[in-house]
Nanobody, 115 residues
């Protein structure tokens, strides 16, 4: 059974930092492309950051220079370091795994940034 479990969300003041983690099980993590998405109330889910099996990363323009994605294949975990947080970063953040043609999602973790 595939599981993606996010953690690390919470309430933080504007300008602060959080690090999200997504622990994967039931997949061959080392070959998975991993990503973070977010969904704010009343809005569609949007791409935040992605990292390939070769650790190449890409980011949405809105978070470039502030967020950093990384992975630890030994721990089957992907991280999202979020710095200089803004109120508009408030959303539920979801982890996504793509293994060949299969797509898996975590349950999400809430990030709230107060002004």
């Amino acid at each position: 059974q595939v599981q993606l479990v996010e953690s690390g969300g919470g309430l933080v003041q504007a300008g602060g930092s959080l690090r999200l983690s997504c622990a994967a099980s039931g997949i061959l993590f080392s070959v998975a492309a991993m990503g973070w998405y977010r969904q704010a109330p009343g809005k569609q889910r949007e791409f935040v950051a992605g990292i390939t099996r070769g650790s190449e990363s890409n980011y949405a323009d809105a978070v470039k220079g502030r967020f950093s994605i990384s992975r630890d294949n030994a721990k089957n975990t992907v991280y999202l370091q979020m710095n200089s947080l803004k109120p508009k970063d408030t959303a539920v953040y979801y982890c996504k795994a793509v293994v060949r043609l299969s797509v898996y999602w975590g349950q999400g973790t809430q990030v709230t940034v107060s002004s």
